[in-house]
């Protein structure tokens, strides 16, 4: 039966490491994740401030991006 406590409580220790690290694997992208919701916002709300103040160059940027990227995905769909 000693063997038997031994293999139960090492099995025991190691759930409770697999379950520490996981816990902490948890937080970890908790955190990340409310900074990149934060990055996001401040991100759009300065994208939103530019559009604001700069109609007409916006609006050149997103008809060149829009070129582009049909350009893109017509090359992709083309057979060689």
């Not at 406590?5 to 694997?25: G, P, R, S, V």
């Not at 916002?41 to 401030?49: A, D, I, P, S, T």
């Amino acid at each position: 039966m000693e063997i038997t406590d031994k293999a139960a409580n090492l099995a025991h220790e190691t759930f409770d490491n697999i379950a520490n690290a996981t816990h902490q694997a948890v937080e970890a992208l908790g955190e990340k994740g409310e900074q990149l919701q934060n990055a996001e916002q401040h991100l759009m709300k300065n994208c939103r401030g530019y559009v604001r103040d700069n109609p007409i160059s916006s609006i050149g940027i997103a008809v060149a991006g829009g070129f582009l990227l049909s350009r893109l995905l017509n090359n992709r769909r083309k057979p060689e």
